[in-house]
């Protein structure tokens, strides 16, 4: 089994285990909720490959090329990953501020109110959670161990895919769709993104895991080194 294959494999049992995780909580969301489906998702590279290969697979690679080819102007992306936010917070340095250049359009894989790319939709969606109704709130709702366990999540997803890039859905969509990106990855070659808003992954090597929730978490992160160490 080639490096690649081993990755998504993992990440398949990473969005399992959340979803196992997720159904213990008395959440709003259903199907047909879509209040939060917009264009602000950011991803790794490893999830936009998948996402690509489902696309391919199901026979709706028309729209990905009219997607890739008409990227909205503002796109929301981070200043920095997850992982690299776990470090500056460890070594207490500045942590920079996210610009607010959000984006408000509905997300282009809609289509009445459903997901397209349901079954391979990224972690970003995946955690988009809420206790309560974002369409009376206006946002989601999530307390705490959420948001940590969300964050921990992100790392794994992030460490797994290191050398890859984190970015906004539009740009590593169409980045990797690129013949000659999709290729290199597939055979486990590092790519080359200059010029692109895209941001190397790094490996998780401190969790953002406050104090009174690291017994909470300890299955959660003795599970992640388990399909780490079972790879190899």
Excluded: W
Excluded at 41 to 70: C, M, P, Q, R
Excluded at 93 to 106: A, F, G, H, L, R
Excluded at 137 to 163: C, M, S, W
């Amino acid at each position: 089994m080639d490096i690649l294959t081993k990755k998504i494999k993992i990440l398949d049992k990473i969005y399992n285990k959340y979803d196992e995780y997720v159904k213990g909580i008395n959440l709003v969301c259903q199907k047909g909720c879509s209040d939060c489906c917009t264009a602000n998702v950011v991803l790794t590279s490893l999830e936009a490959y998948k996402i690509i290969n489902f696309i391919i697979s199901n026979g709706f690679e028309d729209k990905l090329k009219i997607l890739v080819n008409n990227l909205p102007q503002i796109r929301f992306n981070y200043k920095i990953t997850i992982n690299t936010l776990a470090h500056l917070c460890s070594e207490k340095k500045q942590i920079p501020e996210e610009e607010d250049n959000c984006n408000s359009s509905v997300c282009p894989f809609l289509n009445n109110n459903e997901c397209l790319i349901y079954e391979a939709r990224p972690f970003g969606c995946r955690c988009l959670i809420s206790l309560a109704s974002c369409k009376n709130k206006g946002y989601a709702e999530i307390d705490d161990f959420i948001l940590t366990t969300n964050n921990v999540f992100l790392q794994y997803i992030e460490h797994i895919d290191v050398n890859g890039f984190t970015g906004n859905i539009f740009d590593l969509l169409k980045f990797l769709y690129e013949h000659k990106n999709y290729e290199l990855y597939k055979k486990g070659k590092n790519l080359q993104a200059q010029g692109e808003k895209l941001l190397v992954n790094q490996p998780a090597k401190i969790f953002l895991i406050p104090r009174e929730y690291q017994i909470q978490m300890e299955p959660y992160i003795n599970y992640f080194h388990f399909l780490l160490s079972d790879s190899e």
